[in-house]
Each structure stands twice: as C-alpha cells, then as structure tokens.
C-alpha cells in the first residue's frame, strides 16, 4: 500500500507497518470515535451515526433548523459555521428559550481561527419551552425539537462524538489517499529524527501559517533554532488515532519529547503542510 509512494523504500515501509500494526486499515476510523453527528445545511438535516466494524450506522434522522445560508466567518452574521467539532459540555441551564438544555460545540477550532473567523456560542438546543419561535433561521445554532434533543442525548456520548457540518456529503478519504498522506507523513519526521533541515523545510507549503499567525520563514528559522539546541536522540511519533478518514480533515502529530508538540493539518488534496493547528511548547528554549 505505501511503497509506491516511498519510492520502494523497504526500510520506511517497514517502520511505518510496525508503527501502525497490521490491524490498522481494518480499523481506521473505528477508533476515531463512538458517535458522528453529520449536520447537512443544505437540506436541514441531521443524521446520527455510530461507529460500527465496516463503517458507520444510521441510527437517526432529525429535522433541524440552522443559520442563513454560508459558511460562518464573523460573529454576528447569522450562519452556521461548516467544519469538524467536538461536543464540548452539555449546558443545563440555559433560557427557556435554547429548550431542556444544550450541547456546546468546539466553535471556533483552530483552523477557523487560522482562517480568522470569529464568534462563539455554537450550540446543538432545542426550541422555546414556552411560546414559539418567531422564524426557523437560527443565529448560527442547530436547533430541534426539544423531545428530540433529549433523544440525541440517550443516543450518544458527547464525550465521544464528532460534529460535523457541511452543505453536501462528506466525502470519505480512499485507503490509497490515506497512505500517501501516511507516506508523506513518515517522510516529513525521518528528515526530522536525522535532523536534516534541508530535507526538511522542503514539506512545508509556501502558504504556511502557525495557529498564532506565524509566517513560514520565521516558523522555519524557529525549528532550525530547535535543532540546533536538542540533542542527536530525537524522538517523534505519529498517533493513528488523530488521522481522520473524512477529506479535508487528515491531522498528524509530530511529537519531540522534552522540545515541542505539534499538530499539523494537511489537505489531502494538497502535497504539502499548510498549517500548525495545535499546541506548541518549548522548553529548550
């Protein structure tokens, strides 16, 4: 599966399948997460899903109301964000108005952020425990009927679960384009481990900004610094439970024990590493 993109590296091959375990194709995307709650802008929809052995499974289809059409960038327009979330808290205490209670989304994640949207207060609730609303657009939530919000929450764990929101269907990643992602991958951190800078640089796209705002260049005379300061023994790591098999959404971690943790996103459409999402702290320096 990865040779083709390795150049019949065997040596690199071999890493990567000790790394990642033989069982790894059987279950990627199984031990990403229990629940995938889907919210479709385009037909106001939302589909739950659990996690099964060859996939997911349709356990629920629930008419929602979202924001006006769009994907959200300022606060204060009124649109539903599009991406990949968390559920972060269950919010009991709301105003009658949000129903019973509600789930608070991770909205803004980093990647909003890098792309500077703004605003906050993304919820899943229900609707007016008296009364009616006054329209079906919501001010960027995703809104239902409050009986069944109460069965979205026997239905999932939130701790578990992924949101995510998009105006079409999502398209799932191929295995091949999993692999080249993974090939790139183990590419990018054996330049690292040898501490060949030059090799090194040469995967990250001319585009490149760190979650802070920092440029390329700068992020780059950054890491250099870091080689330079740490010993020869560097260990990194990928996590296979962060490499998503939904497009748009492959995440690796670079992790350089005692120096520096880093999470990269990296479009599989594109060849290279576009931007650090995560946290990054250093304490070499």
Same mark, same amino acid.
């Given at each position: 599966?990865?040779? $083709?993109?390795? *150049? *019949?590296?065997?040596?690199?091959? %071999?890493?990567?399948? =000790?790394?990642?375990?033989?069982?790894?194709? %059987?279950?990627?995307?199984?031990?990403?997460?229990? @629940?995938?709650?889907?919210? #479709?802008?385009?037909?106001?929809?939302?589909?739950?899903?659990?996690? $099964?052995?060859?996939?997911? #499974?349709?356990?629920?289809?629930?008419? =929602?109301?979202?924001?006006?059409?769009?994907?959200?960038?300022?606060?204060?327009?009124?649109?539903?964000?599009?991406?990949?979330?968390r559920l972060t808290s269950i919010l009991k205490n709301v105003d009658k108005f949000?129903?019973? /209670?509600?789930?608070?989304?991770?909205?803004?994640?980093?990647?909003?952020?890098?792309?500077?949207?703004?605003?906050?207060?993304?919820?899943?609730?229900?609707?007016?425990?008296?009364?009616?609303?006054?329209?079906? *657009?919501?001010?960027?939530?995703?809104?239902? !009927?409050?009986?069944?919000?109460?069965?979205?929450? %026997?239905?999932?764990?939130?701790?578990?679960?992924?949101?995510?929101?998009?105006?079409?269907?999502?398209?799932?990643?191929?295995?091949?384009?999993?692999?080249?992602?993974?090939? /790139?991958?183990?590419?990018?951190?054996?330049?690292?481990?040898?501490?060949? /800078? !030059?090799?090194?640089?040469?995967?990250?796209?001319?585009?490149?900004?760190?979650?802070?705002?920092?440029?390329?260049?700068?992020?780059? !005379?950054?890491?250099?610094?870091?080689?330079?300061?740490? @010993?020869k023994n560097i260990t990194t790591s990928i996590l296979a439970s962060e490499i998503?098999?939904?497009?748009?959404?492959?995440?690796?971690?670079?992790?350089? $024990?005692?120096?520096?943790?880093?999470?990269?996103?990296?479009?599989?459409?594109s060849d290279k590493l576009i931007s650090l999402i995560g946290d990054d702290f250093?304490?070499?320096?």
């Amino acid at each position: 599966m990865f040779q $083709k993109y390795l *150049n *019949n590296d065997l040596e690199l091959v %071999n890493v990567i399948e =000790v790394d990642l375990g033989s069982k790894f194709w %059987n279950t990627l995307g199984n031990t990403l997460t229990l @629940n995938l709650v889907h919210v #479709d802008t385009a037909n106001v929809s939302e589909e739950v899903l659990k996690n $099964k052995k060859n996939g997911f #499974d349709l356990i629920d289809k629930i008419d =929602v109301l979202t924001g006006l059409d769009g994907d959200k960038e300022k606060e204060g327009d009124l649109k539903t964000p599009l991406g990949v979330y968390r559920l972060t808290s269950i919010l009991k205490n709301v105003d009658k108005f949000y129903g019973p /209670f509600a789930f608070e989304t991770s909205y803004p994640n980093m990647l909003d952020k890098l792309k500077n949207k703004d605003g906050h207060g993304i919820w899943i609730h229900g609707k007016p425990l008296k009364g009616n609303r006054d329209n079906n *657009n919501t001010k960027g939530c995703i809104v239902m !009927d409050n009986d069944k919000l109460e069965k979205l929450k %026997n239905e999932i764990n939130y701790k578990n679960t992924y949101l995510l929101i998009s105006e079409t269907t999502p398209l799932t990643a191929t295995k091949e384009e999993i692999a080249k992602i993974l090939a /790139f991958i183990y590419k990018w951190r054996r330049a690292w481990r040898e501490s060949n /800078f !030059d090799k090194y640089k040469t995967f990250y796209d001319a585009s490149f900004k760190k979650y802070d705002g920092m440029n390329l260049k700068d992020f780059l !005379d950054y890491k250099k610094r870091i080689l330079k300061t740490i @010993n020869k023994n560097i260990t990194t790591s990928i996590l296979a439970s962060e490499i998503s098999k939904f497009k748009n959404s492959i995440i690796s971690v670079d992790e350089t $024990k005692q120096t520096a943790q880093d999470k990269f996103y990296k479009d599989i459409s594109s060849d290279k590493l576009i931007s650090l999402i995560g946290d990054d702290f250093d304490t070499s320096r």
